[in-house]
């Protein structure tokens, strides 16, 4: 088994072809290690953790809202929640198709986190405030439509954790193999088995 943190680059696409052949980058430049495929995906514009493995049960298991894994993104949204947005926020947001959200954790952060620069810059004509919002689901630019829903749009999005790991030393394109101990807390978190095969030489 083989399970790899990568932390995905603003612009890069969350596969390893672009499927419009419009040239634009992809995990292919990024990832050396064969046969192995991302749990989920980040879209174009947004950054951060991307967990990569070769077990299809983990995948599913990473993916499905069933088994409830959190994942945690650190919005930067145009404009101040006040105790109204927040609320929507936590309790569920019908977004324009009809779908409401389930419920989420929402907290302003006191201050920015001390992430890498963005290129290009995320532009605002007013101010801003970083949010952390935890979700147990994962529909497709959630995060932008709940925001977008409540008036606050959002101008970067980072995701910082998934269950157990985070970002914690990546900068924008490196990628490590997850620890034994990090593979043992995920599969246990997600009540699998770990595979008794061992991983292959690093």
């Not at 192995?36 to 879209?43: Q, T």
Request: aromatic content about 8%; charged content about 25%.
């Amino acid at each position: 088994m083989t399970l790899l943190l990568f932390n995905k680059p603003y612009g890069v696409l969350s596969s390893f072809t672009d499927p419009d052949d419009l040239g634009r980058p992809t995990l292919k430049q990024y990832i050396p290690v064969p046969r192995v495929y991302p749990a989920g995906r980040l879209d174009l514009r947004s950054e951060g953790l991307l967990l990569l493995t070769d077990d299809g049960r983990l995948i599913h298991r990473i993916t499905h809202p069933r088994y409830k894994l959190p994942k945690v993104y650190w919005v930067l949204v145009e404009g101040v929640p006040d105790r109204h947005a927040l609320a929507r926020l936590q309790q569920g947001v019908r977004l324009k198709d009809g779908y409401v959200t389930r419920p989420a954790r929402v907290v302003v952060m006191p201050q920015a986190p001390h992430v890498w620069p963005r290129n290009p810059p995320a532009r605002s004509r007013g101010p801003t405030t970083w949010l952390q919002i935890t979700l147990w689901e994962g529909k497709k630019h959630q995060v932008r439509k709940m925001t977008a829903a409540v008036g606050l749009p959002t101008l970067r999005l980072i995701r910082w954790a998934i269950g157990p790991l985070t970002l914690h030393g990546l900068q924008p394109g490196q990628w490590r193999y997850a620890t034994p101990s990090e593979e043992a807390r995920l599969y246990r978190l997600l009540r699998l088995p770990m595979p008794r095969h061992g991983k292959p030489a690093r």
